[in-house]
């Protein structure tokens, strides 16, 4: 699976899926190809919508108590590009892109976003209803 190296947010310094906020008048898709192509150098095609999954983080980021991210599951394809290191900007939270294997990955350096994506893989669903993790560690230095 290609993740980021996150830079930003609660999962700084772990491993994460792309992905960010819709633009004025663009669709979901638009934003899923924009941020992919973004934050790993990828262009993508959709190739089908997998379910939506919530998740919610009892965690001290940004002064919070808790976060809630409401992540959709999309299987893609590669029609070009190659991993890069991605432009730089205000807002971009992605250090780069690189392929895991589900061996490479777990709570303690991927977001729950990229393990219910290897759930998928293994299983060939996501799970229902809301996902509660209690005490999550968002990393504010590199281990």
């Given at each position: 699976?290609v ?6 947010g ?13 633009e004025e008048?663009?669709s ?10 973004e ?25 919070s108590?808790?976060?809630h991210?409401?992540?959709?599951y999309?299987?893609?394809k590669?029609v ?10 205000e807002?971009q ?29 293994k ?9 509660l993790i209690?005490?999550?560690k968002?990393?504010?230095y590199l281990?």
């Amino acid at each position: 699976m290609v993740v980021i190296h996150k830079n930003g947010g609660p999962y700084i310094h772990r491993y994460d899926l792309s992905g960010g906020s819709l633009e004025e008048y663009k669709s979901l898709s638009d934003a899923v190809k924009r941020e992919f192509l973004e934050e790993t150098g990828l262009e993508i095609e959709i190739v089908k919508k997998l379910g939506v999954v919530d998740f919610m983080l009892s965690s001290d980021w940004r002064d919070s108590t808790q976060v809630h991210h409401i992540c959709v599951y999309f299987l893609v394809k590669k029609v070009g590009g190659h991993l890069t290191s991605p432009n730089q900007f205000e807002g971009q939270d992605s250090l780069g892109a690189l392929w895991v294997t589900a061996h490479e990955v777990s709570m303690e350096n991927a977001s729950p976003l990229v393990l219910q994506a290897f759930e998928w893989l293994k299983k060939g669903e996501l799970h229902s209803g809301v996902e509660l993790i209690e005490c999550w560690k968002v990393k504010r230095y590199l281990l």
